[in-house]
């Protein structure tokens, strides 16, 4: 019988099958961090019970550390208690921990890739949403909660009922500064917040075969933002380069290359949903609202509809119906999180903004992914590009995506933001993100004002 990539990783994956009911899933490899993970190693040291397969397991400090001075005892005192209590929770569990200072340290969702953890065919969890980011790979990957956290630990692992399947293909050739973060946010404009749930979706098309391996985990990483269990791309020849030489990357690599080359969906395999899009109708994007879906082409205008969310967004955000975004003032712009901090990202935003300078009304953070990230940008001189526009390149973490850092944007204020969420609070309490690209923040990093990165170059 014909079979899709999810449902081959998935049904190889299942230790025991409840009649009518979840399943009984092993666990390829676990990311940890600071924030998901305290409770759910107290919960194992009151029963007695150590981690499983500690091997299997990768902890780092990412979502709650400072980006800059990481050399210095961390100031805040919640974020030292995370963090002290990680590196507590790994020794006595013989988990391997990535923690400040370690030359791997980063963000999991950055780290776990470019170390070559992160394979085709294994499955993948973490204590957090946007670890669909390895789909990218041909992995099973989704987030999980702090009691599945305890869960994983204890068993390598979880109970879980198979999702639906969803084919989302993106053919043709994609226009000037359409990055695959423009494809992502233009896919949820047209299917919702929540047009994914119950799913989990396989890209496909010529559009997403064209992609760097890392501008198909900005892809995946945001798989969740349309409500889908997570999100996967088939393994192909990018792939198989991108993870060549890698720190973990198998010793055997040619002959597990053949077998990750039968990771792919068969052609008369059924998806329960299927949609297709052109790439020629995609444009350079700009979210309006308070969630990812709340996005238009930066040459349309906000939409003009009767809905209560959509007055409650605009309220908040302080636009008008019908308005365009194109000449906004903005106060902050951040390149950085999970979604767009890699060196890919980088590379573009500084293609753009080398030998100009910042608007004066602008402050601007740069927070690199992963330790290797910040190294390789400072090989490659873009923390002097950066110094000479008037920014500056910080250290790792997930810094402002989410606010619970020391990274905060202050209430009112604009920030157009590389991240994955503009929930309202997600970036500081009263804080208005507009989402973007990389080639968009630099755009508005340099003008002071939100504008069609097409026009600068």
């Not at 029963?47 to 709650?64: E, L, S, W």
Request: hydrophobic share 35%; charged share 20%.
């Amino acid at each position: 019988m014909a079979t899709t990539l999810f449902d081959k990783i998935w049904d190889a994956h299942v230790v025991q099958a409840i009649e009518n009911g979840p399943q009984v899933i092993y666990i390829d490899k676990h990311f940890i961090h600071e924030v998901t993970t305290p409770q759910a190693f107290a919960g194992l040291d009151k029963r007695g019970i150590k981690v499983c397969r500690p091997k299997q397991t990768i902890a780092t400090a990412d979502h709650n550390v400072p980006t800059k001075d990481q050399n210095l005892p961390i100031k805040e005192k919640l974020s030292r208690h995370q963090v002290d209590t990680l590196i507590e929770n790994c020794k006595n569990h013989g988990v391997e921990l990535y923690g400040l200072g370690h030359p791997f340290q980063g963000i999991v969702h950055v780290i776990g890739p470019e170390l070559g953890i992160t394979q085709p065919g294994i499955t993948i969890v973490c204590g957090d949403s946007h670890t669909s980011t390895h789909g990218a790979f041909g992995a099973i990957a989704f987030g999980i909660g702090t009691s599945e956290v305890e869960q994983v630990l204890a068993t390598q692992c979880i109970l879980q009922t198979k999702p639906k399947k969803m084919r989302i293909t993106v053919d043709g050739v994609l226009g000037k500064g359409v990055t695959s973060k423009d494809i992502i946010l233009y896919i949820i404009s047209k299917i919702s917040t929540s047009g994914g749930t119950g799913y989990f979706v396989e890209y496909a098309g010529s559009a997403i075969q064209s992609l760097s391996m890392e501008a198909r985990m900005t892809i995946c990483n945001m798989s969740i933002e349309m409500g889908a269990r997570g999100g996967i791309i088939a393994p192909d020849e990018t792939t198989f380069a991108y993870l060549k030489g890698r720190e973990f990357s198998p010793t055997d690599f040619d002959a597990v290359v053949e077998k990750w080359k039968t990771l792919k969906t068969d052609e008369e395999a059924i998806f329960d949903k299927e949609y297709t899009f052109d790439a020629a109708d995609i444009e350079p994007m700009i979210t309006y609202g308070t969630n990812p879906a709340m996005g238009i082409k930066i040459s349309d205008t906000v939409p003009a509809n009767d809905d209560a969310g959509l007055e409650k967004a605009l309220q908040y955000m302080d636009f008008q119906k019908g308005q365009s975004l194109k000449g906004k003032e903005i106060d902050y712009v951040f390149l950085g999180s999970c979604t767009n901090s890699r060196m890919e990202d980088f590379r573009q935003f500084c293609s753009l903004v080398k030998g100009k300078q910042k608007a004066p009304n602008v402050t601007v953070w740069v927070v690199p992914g992963s330790k290797q990230v910040e190294q390789q940008a400072i090989a490659e001189g873009l923390d002097i590009i950066l110094k000479e526009a008037g920014m500056e390149l910080r250290e790792p973490g997930c810094s402002a995506c989410l606010g619970m850092n020391e990274d905060k944007i202050p209430a009112g204020k604009y920030c157009v933001s590389t991240s994955n969420r503009n929930f309202e609070g997600r970036q500081g309490q009263g804080a208005r993100t507009l989402l973007a690209s990389p080639l968009m923040a630099a755009a508005a990093a340099i003008t002071g004002k939100i504008t069609d990165v097409r026009e600068l170059m």
